[in-house]
């Protein structure tokens, strides 16, 4: 009994011991990517979504299924201005209601709410691409590796992670318009993994399974051009996937079997969405009336060339410190390299990912990884296609062309852009080498080198970059008027305190009739939930 017992405990203690060992890289993933994100989940809202929120329940009446029927009278304003964008619109309007009743019921700021959806947008990117990879099939009509799947993953969602610290907030996809813009690359990812969903599936079904299954693509290709202009692009992406995705490479010109159905696919995606922009251009051409910049297009050759590389190089981490230098006030110290604790982040992803990388069932098999070679190569160049359309898409506008100026001026493609690269830089490491050394290096240095530079040099321009924006005048008004709103107190130093945010916020408005909306937005939303005046000496 005594040996019996001393050898479970042994069992037991290394059963424990274990265990750690496994959970410990994750948790070291997990502390070191929310200390790097902090910053970014915790900047002010930014752009119009300030005043989106704060007016979302007054707009909805505090009712989620009032949603549907607002964005359907909100279009008339919208065609008039040159964009029909219902699906987008919703997605938003949701959640500005939800976020805001959120911060009504917890009392929690409402920058804090705002980085709470952030978070959940970049775990919906890494879902949608392990999604997608489950879809990828070889030429042979097998599986990815689960091993591939696994290191993908991995390093997409630290890369992804990483990407967030661009260093340069202003009208940065990153912050601005997250649902649109973050959600966006979740669209492209789970279109992709839609597209080869159907295709997959195509011998097994009949008639009718294929004709619905049609349907669904040609409806998805509509709904992206009813969404937002970025996410044109995903149909670019699918498409390429459908494509190249399953067959042998040097013999992709030549007929192969299952080309009937993949372009049967192609077809029926490409059909919904050209359809849908014809639709689109018609009826807006026969009601605009002050179109709006963004959607205003110059398509001189030389501006369009130079945005459009421009939005390539400043989707990269850190192409934004010249930005922030610049942008810097005496208020704020200049950032150092290693200053802050973010190279203490970046130490603690990277070593969580060196020791997952380093495990002997860390990375996927030299004889796995050449099986998957065409496949990755394959996702690469739709990734890189889609890159390129998206930048493209918005570098065809009069607005583009007016912000994206210089390096380090970042847009709402930043995002999409940077996830494309990264998800290259993924496949390129997969399929290095023959062997699996050189894989095998690089898999881990590179992730590992990615994290360190990330935490100990863009970090700290990225925080100083966002505490200059909270610092300047226009952010501390509103930032102050949200905390106003969500607490409500009737307090005498409150009612002061709003009064004196009214006569700041008509000096910052000055002759601006954009600006001059905002404060009647507040003093709207706080009447309808506190069922009295925001500054009753206004009244």
Avoid at 154 to 160: K, M, N, P
Wanted: glycine letters at 10%.
């Amino acid at each position: 009994m005594t040996h019996q017992g001393v050898a479970w405990s042994r069992h037991s203690t290394d059963g424990a011991g274990g265990s750690v060992a496994r959970s410990l890289p994750w948790v070291l993933i997990a502390v070191g990517a929310v200390g790097l994100l902090l910053p970014w989940l915790l900047s002010p809202v930014a752009s119009d979504e300030r005043y989106h929120y704060v007016a979302a329940p007054e707009r909805m009446d505090d009712n989620v299924l009032n949603v549907l029927p607002w964005t359907r009278d909100d279009m008339a304003w919208r065609l008039r201005g040159g964009r029909i964008a219902p699906i987008g619109v919703f997605m938003q309007q949701v959640v500005y209601l939800l976020g805001m009743q959120l911060a009504h019921a917890t009392g929690v700021p409402l920058y804090v709410v705002h980085g709470l959806v952030k978070s959940l947008l970049l775990a919906a990117v890494v879902v949608a691409f392990w999604l997608l990879l489950r879809q990828l099939r070889r030429s042979d009509g097998g599986r990815l590796d689960p091993g591939t799947i696994r290191t993908a993953v991995l390093l997409l969602g630290a890369a992804t992670v990483i990407g967030v610290t661009t260093a340069s907030p202003s009208r940065n996809g990153w912050t601005t318009f997250v649902v649109l813009c973050i959600g966006g690359v979740v669209l492209m990812f789970l279109t992709g993994a839609l597209s080869l969903w159907v295709l997959n599936r195509w011998a097994r079904w009949g008639w009718l399974g294929r004709a619905l299954g049609l349907l669904g693509l040609s409806v998805t290709g509509a709904a992206l051009v009813l969404s937002y202009e970025l996410h044109w692009a995903a149909v670019v992406f699918a498409g390429c996937l459908l494509v190249l995705s399953g067959r042998a490479s040097f013999r992709s010109v030549r007929r192969q079997p299952g080309d009937a159905a993949r372009w049967a696919a192609v077809s029926s995606l490409l059909t919904g969405f050209v359809v849908a922009t014809l639709w689109t251009r018609a009826v807006i051409s026969a009601n605009v009336r002050d179109r709006y910049t963004g959607v205003e297009l110059d398509l001189d050759a030389l501006p369009v060339l130079r945005t459009t590389a421009l939005q390539l190089v400043n989707a990269l981490p850190g192409t934004g410190i010249p930005r922030t230098l610049y942008d810097l006030t005496t208020a704020q110290p200049t950032p150092r390299p290693f200053g802050g604790f973010g190279w203490f982040w970046g130490l603690t992803l990277a070593l969580g990912l060196l020791v997952l990388l380093l495990r002997r069932d860390g990375l996927p098999e030299p004889a796995a990884a050449t099986a998957d070679r065409a496949t990755l190569r394959a996702l690469g160049g739709a990734l890189a296609v889609s890159a390129l359309s998206a930048a493209v898409v918005l570098s065809v506008s009069a607005q583009s062309h007016q912000i994206v100026t210089h390096p380090g001026d970042t847009y709402r493609g930043t995002p999409w852009i940077w996830v494309c690269l990264a998800g290259i830089v993924v496949v390129v490491l997969l399929g290095l080498g023959r062997d699996g050394r050189a894989r095998g290096r690089a898999l881990v240095i590179v992730p590992v080198a990615g994290a360190l530079v990330a935490g100990a040099i863009v970090w700290p321009y990225t925080v100083a970059a966002i505490e200059t924006q909270r610092g300047s005048v226009d952010y501390v008004i509103w930032e102050s008027a949200q905390a106003q709103l969500i607490s409500g107190s009737s307090t005498p130093d409150a009612v002061a305190h709003r009064c004196l945010l009214s006569r700041q916020a008509r000096a910052w408005a000055g002759d601006s009739s954009y600006r001059k909306a905002y404060l009647p937005l507040y003093e709207s939303a706080f009447a309808h939930r506190w069922e009295r005046p925001w500054c009753p000496t206004d009244t």
